[in-house]
């Protein structure tokens, strides 16, 4: 049955990137088999959890791992695991705060984004540090108190320039016997990602499955230390609570299992080649007068895969491209600053890339037309 046709739902290419809002990215044969096989048996849940848990992090050099149903999932597990500190009674009580509860969540100022809310759902508060130009040492080293749960970091390049370092983030807070959570949802590639940030120290680090991974939507990770890991199991989803919101299904959680191994075997040579050249067949069929064509070697949080900018110098072009695109069923990146549209060339397989090709030059010919 394919409803998208039966119910007359639009099919979209999306030559943007790993955005939710589009579906996220895609999932390969392998992936889907093995969660139809998932779905074909009944489990425990919880042995399920351990044993995956266990190979997931066996397959990337972590101590542990647990399966969510998503980033945002996993950093409001996280924060209820650091806010409960093993005790069952206060994890029962969130987001209530009972006497004894840690319910600060350290946060620097330049690090905050639309995921604060998947903290503050576990009853979190988050106190900031920092300002917009910088954050010193001594602006972590004098929050901590009784009250500190954890500090949570996020890997993103775009909230790295007045942060500290996140070696320097998990010394200090280690000192002060303070667990550190790394969001690193869309950090990859590198693959060594998936081990950097638990290598350097951090206690639980999530990531998103639904993106570079390309797991189901609806599925996410938690590596870190045995310690965490194990609370994430005793008291997160499915158990009831705070984050009985979180529970992800045995078909998704084989489904990234899946998806992990492919992506941590895959050959990550080939494939960095294989996006360069489709960054590098776009960029010289537009490198002609009137299109500025850039190659930028990263993507939007810097990871490490190449995008192409394209600009056509006239007042509002690239606004006009991106909406005629999208009336084509093609999702293109917009950056009004530089005036200029830009495409990822990680969510197209060949077909698409021909397609959004021959329709972008069309777009951008008649923009350049009206010169
Ligand atoms: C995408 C993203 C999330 C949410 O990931 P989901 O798997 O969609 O829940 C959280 N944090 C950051 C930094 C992200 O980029």
Redesign the pocket.
């Given at each position: 049955m394919d409803i998208f046709e039966e119910l007359n739902i639009s099919r979209y290419i999306n030559a943007h990137d790993t955005y939710?809002v589009y579906g996220?990215s895609r999932m390969t044969d392998e992936t889907i088999e093995s969660m139809r096989m998932a779905s074909a048996s009944f489990v425990d849940m919880q042995e399920l959890q351990q044993k995956l848990g266990c190979a997931a992090a066996k397959l990337t050099h972590n101590e542990a791992a647990y399966f969510t149903?998503?980033?945002?999932?996993?950093?409001t597990t996280a924060a209820a695991i650091c806010m409960a500190k093993g005790s069952e009674y206060r994890f029962a009580r969130l987001p209530q705060i009972v006497p004894g509860t840690a319910s600060e969540i350290i946060q620097i100022h330049c690090q905050h984004?639309a995921?604060d809310k998947?903290v503050e759902a576990a009853g979190a508060r988050i106190i900031e540090i920092g300002d917009a130009d910088e954050t010193l040492e001594f602006d972590l080293e004098g929050v901590f108190s009784e009250r500190t749960a954890a500090v949570f970091y996020?890997a993103?390049m775009k909230y790295s320039q007045a942060a500290l370092p996140l070696r320097d983030v998990i010394r200090i807070a280690h000192s002060h016997g303070i667990p550190v959570v790394v969001?690193?949802?869309?950090q990859l590639p590198p693959v060594e990602n998936l081990w950097k940030f638990t290598d350097m120290g951090a206690d639980m680090v999530?990531f998103?499955?639904?993106?570079t991974l390309c797991g189901p939507?609806d599925?996410?990770l938690i590596f870190g230390k045995m310690k965490y890991i194990e609370d994430c199991i005793r008291f997160g989803a499915p158990v009831h609570g705070v984050c009985r919101g979180c529970k992800t299904s045995r078909e998704a959680m084989a489904g990234l299992y899946s998806a992990l191994k492919q992506y941590v075997e895959m050959n990550h040579r080939e494939n960095a080649h294989r996006l360069d050249e489709i960054v590098k067949i776009f960029a010289n069929s537009f490198r002609q007068c009137g299109v500025d064509t850039r190659i930028v070697p990263y993507g939007p949080?810097g990871q490490k895969y190449p995008r192409l900018f394209l600009s056509v110098k006239k007042q509002g072009a690239a606004q006009r491209i991106a909406k005629t695109m999208r009336e084509k069923h093609i999702y293109v990146g917009l950056d009004l600053d530089q005036n200029a549209i830009y495409l990822s060339p990680l969510n197209l397989n060949e077909a698409e890339q021909k397609t959004v090709l021959h329709e972008l030059k069309a777009v951008v010919e008649e923009e350049l037309c009206d010169m």
């Open positions: 939710t996220g149903n998503g980033a945002a999932g996993g950093l984004n995921y998947a996020y993103s969001d690193a949802a869309a999530i998103s499955g639904g993106k939507q599925s996410g949080v």
